[in-house]
């Protein structure tokens, strides 16, 4: 299994090609047993039943622990920015999948390159105050720049090569 480590107090920490979301879910629920976390889900990707199963690892006050977690879905780039706006810089915040909204293909390279640009600057509004978490898909075959943009912004960057386990799998 893969963890993941302590998110810092501040700053940016970008998470690149995890196989799954586990990990990330470990550190959401671990940070919710002590103070409220914000969830951007990015790609409409969260499992809360997983979650809630991680959560009740650790403590009997599910419910509790739960409602400290505030989760919000974007389904355009511009909701994912005007969220990122909204944020205000008080407590953890956790961006699944960030990019997955800025490859839409109605929206010119150009112009996903100047929101991304514009999505990072209130990250690094956040993380001056809070600890953010962005986690980002492996690079597609379009706009591998953006993924690149946000490493350059992040304070630490960690990145999870799946290619060892990109074998065929066994015939059955």
């Known amino acids: 299994m893969i963890s993941l480590p302590a998110i810092n107090e501040r ?3 970008a998470v690149i090609g995890l196989p799954n979301s586990d990990p990330v879910l470990h550190v959401i629920a671990r940070l919710a047993l002590s103070f409220p976390v ?3 889900v990015g790609g409409n990707r969260f499992d809360a039943h997983q979650l809630a199963r991680i959560v009740r690892q650790h403590t009997v006050e599910l419910d509790q622990t739960l409602s400290r977690i505030q989760q919000a879905r974007p389904f355009t780039c511009f909701q994912a920015i005007k969220l990122l706006e909204e944020t205000t810089p008080t407590t953890p915040l ?6 997955t909204t800025f ?3 109605n929206i010119s390279d150009g112009e996903s390159v100047r929101l ?15 600890p ?3 986690t980002l898909r492996p690079f597609p075959p379009t706009r591998p ?3 690149k943009q946000v490493e350059a912004a992040a304070d630490n960057v960690y990145l999870f090569d799946n290619a060892k386990n990109a ?3 066994p015939l059955l």
Do not use: F, S
Not at 94 to 99: A, E, G, K
Not at 116 to 130: C, F
């Open 11 to 13: 700053g940016i920490t």
């Open 38 to 40: 914000q969830v951007i």
């Open 94 to 99: 956790i961006v699944l999948d960030m990019l």
């Open 103 to 105: 490859y839409d293909e």
């Open 116 to 130: 991304t640009g514009i999505a990072i600057t209130h990250l690094q509004r956040i993380g001056q105050q809070a």
């Open 132 to 134: 953010v978490l962005v």
């Open 145 to 147: 720049h953006l993924i």
């Open 167 to 169: 074998g065929q799998p």
